[in-house]
């Protein structure tokens, strides 16, 4: 995707209009007023936007009193904020962002209106998060002024706002409004308008990836959960996080992903979380979701391996981020082991296991292919000088002996073990390599360039790294190697190769 020209942003004295003043358009009204605009908040439901502008107000006065704000700006915002109760009081505006409900009827009739009302430089945004900027745009006479303008939940505090271009829409609009959003003390970045942009589309794999492993009995949620955390580095497990957005609302977003994408399968909706959608079990919000968030429940555990023996004798093979932190971390502790190089990839041998980081390969499947039947398979972690916790997955044929001393081993460098049953890819790994693959497809079929989907996915979910950034971290080839194992471990089209993956590793050229 090219890089767009420069445009600048919209004046103080532009008049900003909200309709909808729900938590996103209160969000986006607060932001605007903070930035110095006059902001014009409306409603259809009675009384909503004159509610919604005193909590505004309140929350100045707020950030005054903590000292985030002084009390003259805290004032002047508060100030500049009005609601109005009719449509035609946005005459005037110069921008009109719409934050209503996700119908696109409703969306296009509320800009059909606005179009004989507003004049012929006046701007027009949606804060869509699912619905195409396209279609919104279609049955407008000049559907060039408009273009997405998707905040993230709270506006006032989420970085992130993607700039989404519909097929009509003018560049110098969404240059526009990128130039607006920066001025406003946000992070834009530019996306074309397919389904889900850019977060909404390669975070379906963070949540799918996990429902997979349950539903193949990998491991208990709280097990699963803590992988990511404690070994991947993300602020909250997929369920946890599945739970807080709420499964009726993820649920109806992988949906609508899938259908937009004419039922790829990468984006397959889940048997289990339909299963919790149907049961009203949508997460917090209704007590139970996938955790039981009633009075007096207990919150279940991670599954850790119980203490090993410290083993007797310890090899670490190599210079790879698991072999260097592992000989950091036993050095620390005080416990002898011995270095060498090796010409496979095995990572360390102990009492009879050797032990390697997964390549997307059951242990079985790579026991049987390498001959070494006390095969140990070792989770991805975003750091392993950092990690408290990693998944392992022991080979059919390994014996007892061998898959204790290899879990003793990890122990006995200061880890958390949660053994999984031996799927493809264990957690971590395969979450990983497929929101960079996810992430490198967006890229390749145009949708955002790679510096916009690395921000994007740090900024909108807060993921340690951005996909891209991570597949350089571990290996580009490593990634395609762990694609194509699951895929061929799967027989499915829901783990094929990005096009673009497979040529960065060809010629070893730079993703991000």
Not at 237 to 243: H, Q, V
Not at 391 to 404: F, H, K, M
């Amino acid at each position: 995707m090219s890089a767009p020209s420069v445009s600048a942003a919209l004046p103080l004295s532009a008049r900003i209009a909200v309709v909808g003043a729900g938590a996103m358009g209160t969000g986006i009204a607060q932001v605007a007023a903070a930035a110095g605009h006059a902001v014009s908040l409306l409603d259809n439901r009675p009384d909503a936007a004159a509610h919604a502008v005193a909590a505004i107000r309140a929350q100045f006065a707020r950030l005054a009193d903590k000292g985030q704000l002084s009390a003259d700006a805290a004032q002047a915002a508060a100030s500049r904020l009005q609601a109005v109760t009719e449509l035609a009081e946005l005459a005037d505006a110069d921008l009109v962002i719409e934050a209503i409900v996700e119908n696109l009827d409703a969306k296009q009739a509320l800009y059909a209106a606005l179009e004989a009302l507003v004049g012929p430089d006046c701007l027009f945004a949606t804060n869509t998060s699912s619905i195409s900027v396209t279609a919104i745009a279609a049955r407008l006479q000049r559907p060039e002024r408009l273009a997405g303008l998707h905040f993230f939940n709270p506006a006032p505090l989420m970085a992130l706002v993607e700039i989404v271009s519909g097929l009509a829409t003018d560049p110098a609009v969404a240059n526009t409004l990128f130039a607006t959003a920066a001025a406003w003390g946000k992070t834009p970045v530019h996306a074309k308008s397919t389904p889900g942009f850019i977060v909404n589309r390669v975070a379906r794999p963070y949540y799918a990836e996990a429902l997979r492993l349950l539903q193949e009995g990998a491991a208990d949620i709280a097990t699963l959960d803590a992988l990511l955390r404690e070994a991947g580095g993300f602020r909250m497990g997929p369920f946890e996080l599945m739970d807080l957005i709420g499964h009726d609302v993820n649920f109806a977003v992988t949906q609508s992903v899938w259908r937009a994408f004419y039922h790829d399968p990468r984006f397959t909706p889940s048997l289990i979380q339909q299963e919790r959608v149907d049961a009203g079990f949508y997460g917090k919000k209704t007590g139970r979701g996938f955790y039981d968030y009633r009075d007096g429940a207990v919150r279940p555990l991670p599954h850790s391996e119980a203490a090993q023996p410290q083993p007797g004798t310890i090899v670490l093979y190599g210079s790879s981020p698991a072999s260097q932190a592992l000989a950091q971390r036993l050095g620390e502790r005080g416990v002898a082991f011995a270095q060498a190089q090796a010409s496979d990839a095995r990572v360390a041998d102990v009492d009879g296991a050797t032990l390697f980081v997964s390549d997307g390969r059951s242990a079985t499947q790579r026991a049987h292919d390498s001959g070494i039947a006390n095969t140990v398979l070792l989770d991805l972690a975003l750091d392993y000088r950092q990690a408290s916790r990693l998944g392992v997955t022991v080979a059919e044929g390994c014996s007892d002996s061998a898959a204790q001393a290899a879990i003793g081993l990890l122990q006995a460098a200061g880890l958390a073990v949660s053994r999984l049953r031996d799927v493809p890819g264990l957690a971590v790994m395969r979450t990983v390599a497929m929101l960079a693959n996810e992430a490198a497809d967006a890229v390749n079929q145009s949708v955002c360039s790679a510096t916009a989907v690395d921000a994007a996915m740090r900024l909108g979910v807060n993921y340690p790294l951005g996909p891209l950034a991570w597949a350089e971290q571990i290996g580009v080839g490593q990634v395609c190697a762990v694609l194509s194992h699951l895929a061929a471990s799967y027989g499915e089209d829901r783990y094929r190769l990005s096009p673009l993956l497979q040529h960065h590793a060809l010629t070893g050229k730079a993703l991000s």
